[in-house]
């Protein structure tokens, strides 16, 4: 049976209309849009309405596998061709062998790991690790990145001639903030749902709290606000939901961020769209800036510290001078800074993995003492 995307906004009826068009061929598909906005859930869609629904789809989240073995996992290994391989190994493009592989993360694929993905998307071609003949396999190809590819290329961390590739077809999953029209429609989705799995009473919501909900942000998207109905309705069970409820499991107080940003001073007309991409790099997320900076003042009221002041200027003529490197290297000292080293909190931010900030950590040379002496 088809399985086409739940929504009654123009945004997914046009998606919805897409996939028919393009799951029944074997083109490759590149699917964008924000964490949490469903691109699995597109990639699922992609492949059940596919001619490949009754063989495999496998699922590889990019960003999840270290460097060093994803070569590896992506395309099997030969007994012996590094240590620890005791034995020869499927990969992953030939366990989807006429089947489809979503590719998840696509922005994290190492560059060297690109050429070998290329060939296969050219040929459907491709060699074990420590192997010495072609192997060749049938799949479809569907991948996803919530990353500016093209930003990407032109600051040289993603191939140029693997995105032109891959976005021949590219399917964009607007943020839920933008189909408003939906949250209402998922909400009763997921509340049906998981009242169902765990056997509660839903009595339902009233009408100013269902208004709070659709005019919410949902930085989260989808994940969100699925995570939410499956919380409220275990912590509420037999209750029709008021706006004191949902209040209280959704963060309200989002105040400006503006005051915290870097201050470009004696801007030109020249730097207009410099400072406009560097401003916006650092407004990713803004909404879990905030609610990081209200857990850190609670903490550090709780310590006798002071907050500490993470302000910090950038004068018109070193700014004038910077390129996108720079900017990226200031994002990245700034939010590192701010977050008192926490990769993982900074990957967040950033919608990123760990590994792609130590890499770039290790790329500009950046470490806690430059951060100390800088600021």
């Known amino acids: 049976m088809s399985v086409l995307l739940l929504g009654n906004s123009v945004q997914i009826t046009e998606i919805n209309e897409t996939l028919k068009q393009v799951a029944p061929t074997d083109v490759s598909v590149l699917i964008t849009g924000e964490s949490g906005s469903g691109k699995e859930v597109v990639a699922k869609s992609i492949h059940q309405m596919s001619r490949r629904s009754d063989k495999p789809l496998i699922t590889v989240n990019c960003g999840a596998i270290p460097e060093g073995i994803i070569e590896s996992e992506l395309f099997g290994h030969q007994k012996g061709a590094f ?19 979503f590719l998840d993360e696509i922005g994290e694929m190492p560059l060297s790991t690109q050429v070998k993905f290329l060939r296969v998307l050219e ?52 943020p839920l903030r933008e189909r408003k029209s939906d949250i209402k429609l998922l909400f009763g989705h997921f509340t049906e749902l998981y009242s169902k799995e765990n056997n509660i009473d839903f009595k339902g919501i ?34 029709r939901l008021t706006l004191h409820d949902v ?70 003529e070193r700014f004038s001078k910077m390129n996108m490197y720079d900017i990226e290297k200031e994002v990245l000292i700034y939010l590192l800074d701010r977050n008192y080293w926490d990769v993982e909190k ?30």
């Open 123 to 174: 040929t459907g071609e491709f060699m074990k690790v420590g192997g010495n003949k072609n192997i060749s396999v049938d799949v479809r190809i569907v991948a996803a990145t919530n990353k500016d590819l093209a930003a990407e290329v032109l600051m040289k961390h993603f191939r140029d001639d693997l995105y032109y590739r891959l976005r021949s077809i590219n399917i964009y999953i607007p």
């Open 247 to 316: 209040k209280k499991h959704l963060q309200t107080d989002q105040k400006e961020i503006t005051s915290s940003l870097p201050i470009i001073i004696g801007k030109s007309r020249e730097n207009a769209e410099k400072d406009f991409l560097f401003r916006a790099l650092l407004e990713i997320k803004s909404d879990i800036l905030d609610i990081k900076d209200q857990i850190t003042e609670l903490r550090s009221f709780g310590n006798g510290n002071e907050k500490r002041d993470t302000d910090f200027t950038i004068s018109e």
């Open 206 to 239: 009233e009408d100013d709290a269902m208004d709070f909900l659709i005019n919410y942000t949902w930085p989260g998207n989808a994940r969100e606000l699925k995570n939410f109905c499956e919380s409220i309705i275990v912590l509420n069970p037999g209750k």
């Open 83 to 101: 240590t620890g391989a005791i034995e020869e190994r499927k990969g992953y493009f030939e366990m989807a062998d006429k089947g489809t592989i």
């Open 346 to 375: 900074t990957s967040e931010i950033l919608d990123q993995t760990p590994r792609s900030i130590y890499n770039k950590i290790k790329k500009y040379n950046i470490s806690k003492e430059i951060l100390r002496r800088d600021r």
